[in-house]
T-cell receptor, first 111, second 115 residues
Framework: DGGITQSPKYLFRKEGQNVTLSCEQN?????MYWYRQDPGQGLRLIYY???????QKGDIAEGYSVSREKKESFPLTVTSAQKNPTAFYLC??????????FGPGTRLTVT | GDSVTQMEGPVTLSEEAFLTINCTYT??????LFWYVQYPGEGLQLLLK?????DKGSNKGFEATYRKETTSFHLEKGSVQVSDSAVYFC??????????????FGKGTLLTVNP
């Protein structure tokens, strides 16, 4: 079964802790993306990667970091520097220049 | 920069009613246009797409036509079902230049269909 998996579905952390969200795809897609979704808002791009070992900042990269050591994996770390980390995080992937496919999302709550 | 404007929701309809969700965009050139659907607590699913002017995307009874002259991509369905209740997002992606990876989304329109 091809697709994108994100884990965990729900994540709870205390303020001041870093947390890493997992994203894996077995679609053989070159590009991967992380978005943040807040209630009543569209999606905002955090980071994207078009190739292994390379990634670029999106519109709201501050307080986040990523790595792309394998084609299948694109983990996102939410650092303590992110002022409002509570949100729904969506990972996506695509072949370069084609439509993006999304994972099921991780809901992060920081208290 | 690029932008997408969707009609504000929520939209509440009775089953079998006709649905229109308006979407207009601002972009240079000829972007590709998409409609995504998000069911409660889930990620986004691609519903339909159109890559050039006058193209009609269709899927599961939903349709949208790429209108370059009015920069619009309105979503329609002739007879909605309760199972269509979801949030619908309009999005665009440039087809040229350094940003041809990037999706720009509207804010989403919540549709509720009552039996």
């Amino acid at each position: 079964d091809g697709g994108i998996t994100q884990s965990p579905k729900y994540l709870f952390r205390k303020e001041g802790q870093n947390v890493t969200l997992s994203c894996e795809q077995n679609l053989n897609h070159d590009a991967m993306y992380w978005y943040r979704q807040d209630p009543g808002q569209g999606l905002r791009l955090i980071y994207y990667s078009q190739i292994v070992n390379d990634f670029q900042k999106g519109d709201i990269a501050e307080g986040y970091s990523v790595s792309r050591e394998k084609k299948e994996s694109f983990p996102l770390t939410v650092t303590s520097a992110q002022k409002n980390p509570t949100a729904f995080y969506l990972c996506a992937s695509s072949l370069t220049g084609y439509e993006q496919y999304f994972g099921p999302g991780t809901r992060l709550t920081v208290t | 920069g690029d932008s997408v404007t969707q009609m504000e929701g929520p939209v509440t309809l009775s089953e079998e009613a006709f649905l229109t969700i308006n979407c207009t965009y601002t972009a240079t050139g000829y972007p590709s246009l998409f409609w995504y659907v998000q069911y409660p607590g889930e990620g986004l699913q691609l519903l339909l797409k159109a890559t050039k002017a006058d193209d009609k995307g269709s899927n599961k009874g939903f349709e949208a036509t790429y209108r370059k002259e009015t920069t619009s991509f309105h979503l329609e369905k002739g007879s909605v079902q309760v199972s269509d209740s979801a949030v619908y997002f309009c999005a665009l992606r440039p087809n040229s230049g350094g940003s041809n990876y990037k999706l720009t989304f509207g804010k989403g329109t919540l549709l509720t269909v009552n039996p």
